[in-house]
């Protein structure tokens, strides 16, 4: 009878809710994409805009994501500035292209609109749009965690009776990997329906019960025109109906009831069962940060170091994961730290490379660049090397932070860790290349570029590696290539098992290793002619597209892996040691201490101690 009691009034409260709406219309545009070779994406949104404002009876436009097509800064403005033109107020939140080849880690995207997230109300209901990634890294949608935090604290201060429309760039779906945790948040609630974009196409959805509606894209694709949709607004419905610029409405596609929707049921949620079966494997700590971490930590004078996105460093002690520092600064961290002579190098979104010391925190020097830091930084004897996003590749002085040298040839963002092998320092940007510069002077050495015109395919997210004057690198066209270390010439290029981005190299030399996008690990033997796969391991890991590097230690092979588990396997046998999951994020390059202890970041922002007994 409690219980009936109970539903009842949850019910009486829906309804009550949603009593309080009263009709108008808004606007939903989704993936513009601008930055298109051909101006057409542009076009699209200025035709959409002009439209839009001959019309008399929009309350707003909601923009779901994907804006830019790669997320520059020269992009971000040319979309501000059409969208500008709009006579009414819009929100607008990022998509994957926005934040996945950032020069800025997103941080521009945020400075450029003002937010990434947004919570308004009109007319009786609450609207509420949350940022999405993948992050600089390849990696699936994610909700950031501080955006999750923010999340609960709109909802701490929102009525239960209020009726909610909640906005994303992604379905909130598997599509996320932290999808659950949206819904089980919006399932307390009064949602009515969830709108996205990603999918380019009009779509009616379910998300556990919630009503759900894709917008398409603002595109042309193989039409004359581009497209969004009116959204009309009642107490009793929320209708979809497409517009082309130009023309009449189409008919309405989709209608959505308002009334209290049932998401009772057996969901899909991420299993765990994998740390039973390998159950010698435990977290000694674990640290869960308020934002993603998206970079390897450094070990160092008994201390864990880190970055998050809202720009805190911070100094866990090894043995305990209790807190010892932080340090803010005011840009997002993508960086890995650096640790040598008691310094803790790394950079920032903010534009500045920062050297802190490593037990206390204080602040020792800073660096300024003319662009975010995102590349993460090498130490070798009194020198620090670091690329950043002004098309830049510099050398500090690790005693006081000034510049040895600058290489300025790059036409894209570095965001990975440099090789420093023989005289050269070797590091790929996103710009199409691999470099190779002289580590005394900052001299070009060579300029190796994969052949494709797009800089999606760029060799940045890899960290080469490189033995007996080969230098091996991996490019997301699937591929891994070999180059002569001095003259910067192709020697063999492999796509048999479809390595992607992840690379790693045994202790002796003597085989490359790579992670393909579909369970199996790949082994190499390292060698100056054309080379085929020496073995194959089917690992079980399944789909598999992040840039965790393979790092060989004590005779095991450990990574990570898009779902968040770590494996430990054994190169000899190619069989699995172990594997843990620690969450259902992107696991980061592992930091390992020994085969009994390896640290492990995620982009959801857990930093654990991983133990094996």
């Known amino acids: 009878?409690?219980?009936?009691?109970?539903?009842?009034?949850?019910?009486?409260?829906?309804?009550?809710?949603?009593?309080?709406?009263?009709?108008?219309?808004?606007?939903?545009?989704?993936?513009?994409?601008?930055?298109?070779?051909?101006?057409?994406?542009?076009?699209?949104?200025?035709?959409?805009?002009?439209?839009?404002?001959?019309?008399?009876?929009?309350?707003?436009?909601?923009?779901?994501?994907?804006?830019?097509?790669?997320?520059?800064?020269?992009?971000?403005?040319?979309?501000?500035?059409?969208?500008?033109?709009?006579?009414?107020?819009?929100?607008?939140?990022?998509?994957?292209?926005?934040?996945?080849?950032?020069?800025?880690?997103?941080?521009h995207y945020t400075s450029t609109f003002g937010y990434d997230?947004?919570?308004?109300?009109?007319?009786?209901?609450?609207?509420?749009?949350?940022?999405?990634?993948?992050?600089?890294?390849?990696?699936?949608?994610?909700?950031?965690?501080?955006?999750?935090?923010?999340?609960?604290?709109?909802?701490?201060?929102?009525?239960?009776?209020?009726?909610?429309?909640?906005?994303?760039?992604?379905?909130?779906?598997?599509?996320?990997?932290?999808?659950?945790?949206?819904?089980?948040?919006?399932?307390?609630?009064?949602?009515?329906?969830?709108?996205?974009?990603?999918?380019?196409?009009?779509?009616?959805?379910?998300?556990?019960?919630?009503?759900?509606?894709?917008?398409?894209?603002?595109?042309?694709?193989?039409?004359?025109?581009g497209g969004y949709n009116l959204v009309d607004v009642t107490p009793d419905s929320i209708v979809y109906t497409e517009r082309r610029p130009g023309g009449e409405p189409l008919q309405p596609w989709t209608k959505i009831m308002l009334h209290k929707v049932d998401t009772a049921g057996n969901f899909e949620r991420p299993s765990y069962a994998i740390n039973k079966q390998y159950a010698q494997v435990k977290p000694k700590w674990t640290f869960a940060s308020d934002a993603n971490v998206i970079s390897t930590p450094a070990v160092a004078s008994n201390l864990v170091l880190f970055g998050n996105q809202n720009g805190v460093v911070t100094a866990l002690v090894q043995q305990t994961g209790k807190k010892k520092w932080s340090y803010k600064t005011s840009g997002a961290i993508f960086s890995s730290p650096a640790v040598s002579s008691g310094k803790v190098v790394l950079g920032s979104g903010d534009g500045y490379v920062y050297c802190l010391n490593a037990l206390t925190g204080q602040l020792m020097w800073k660096y300024r660049t003319e662009a975010s830091v995102l590349g993460s930084p090498v130490i070798v004897k009194d020198t620090v090397f670091i690329g950043g996003s002004d098309h830049n590749f510099i050398a500090l002085n690790l005693k006081n932070g000034t510049a040895f040298w600058k290489f300025s040839g790059l036409q894209g963002p570095v965001v990975s860790?440099?090789?420093?092998?023989?005289?050269?320092?070797?590091?790929?940007?996103?710009?199409?290349?691999?470099?190779?510069?002289?580590?005394?002077?900052?001299?070009?050495?060579?300029?190796?570029?994969?052949?494709?015109?797009?800089?999606?395919?760029?060799?940045?997210?890899?960290?080469?590696?490189?033995?007996?004057?080969?230098?091996?690198?991996?490019?997301?066209?699937?591929?891994?290539?070999?180059?002569?270390?001095?003259?910067?010439?192709?020697?063999?290029?492999?796509?048999?098992?479809?390595?992607?981005?992840?690379?790693?190299?045994?202790?002796?030399?003597?085989?490359?290793?790579?992670?393909?996008?579909?369970?199996?690990?790949?082994?190499?033997?390292t060698s100056r002619t054309e080379q085929h796969p020496a073995w194959v391991m089917n690992a079980g890991f399944g789909y598999e597209h992040v840039p965790s590097m393979l790092i060989e230690k004590d005779g095991q092979v450990f990574f990570g892996t898009r779902n968040g588990v770590v494996y430990a396997i054994d190169p000899a046998t190619q069989k699995t040691i172990w594997a843990h999951k620690i969450d259902n994020s992107m696991v980061n390059t592992v930091r390992v201490l020994s085969k009994k202890q390896v640290i492990v970041s995620t982009m959801d922002g857990k930093v654990a101690l991983l133990g094996v007994e």
């Not at 598997?174 to 399932?187: G, H, I, Q």
Request: hydrophobic letters at 40%; aromatic letters at 10%; one cysteine or more.
């Open 1 to 107: 009878m409690k219980r009936l009691f109970f539903t009842s009034m949850l019910l009486l409260g829906a309804i009550f809710g949603q009593a309080q709406i009263k009709g108008f219309r808004f606007i939903h545009i989704s993936d513009t994409h601008i930055g298109s070779p051909n101006g057409a994406a542009e076009e699209d949104l200025r035709r959409t805009v002009q439209d839009i404002n001959q019309l008399n009876d929009v309350a707003f436009v909601i923009i779901t994501g994907d804006i830019t097509e790669l997320g520059t800064d020269e992009q971000l403005q040319k979309a501000k500035q059409i969208l500008d033109s709009l006579k009414v107020k819009y929100y607008i939140i990022p998509g994957n292209h926005d934040t996945g080849w950032s020069e800025s880690g997103g941080d």
């Open 117 to 225: 997230k947004f919570q308004f109300d009109f007319n009786g209901i609450r609207f509420i749009g949350c940022a999405s990634g993948p992050y600089v890294r390849m990696s699936d949608g994610h909700v950031p965690r501080n955006a999750i935090v923010w999340l609960d604290s709109v909802l701490a201060k929102t009525p239960k009776n209020q009726p909610i429309i909640f906005c994303n760039h992604y379905p909130i779906d598997n599509a996320l990997d932290n999808w659950y945790e949206v819904t089980n948040r919006l399932k307390q609630r009064n949602t009515l329906m969830i709108i996205c974009g990603h999918g380019h196409n009009n779509h009616a959805l379910n998300f556990e019960g919630i009503p759900g509606v894709m917008g398409r894209s603002n595109l042309r694709a193989k039409a004359p025109l």
């Open 417 to 525: 860790t440099p090789l420093i092998y023989g005289n050269n320092v070797i590091f790929g940007a996103w710009d199409k290349h691999l470099y190779a510069v002289n580590r005394s002077n900052g001299q070009l050495a060579w300029q190796w570029d994969p052949g494709f015109s797009v800089i999606n395919f760029s060799p940045a997210a890899c960290i080469p590696v490189a033995h007996d004057s080969v230098v091996y690198v991996v490019c997301p066209n699937r591929t891994l290539y070999a180059i002569d270390a001095v003259s910067g010439a192709t020697l063999w290029k492999n796509s048999e098992t479809r390595v992607r981005e992840s690379i790693g190299m045994s202790t002796d030399g003597k085989y490359v290793y790579g992670k393909t996008m579909q369970d199996t690990v790949a082994a190499y033997a």
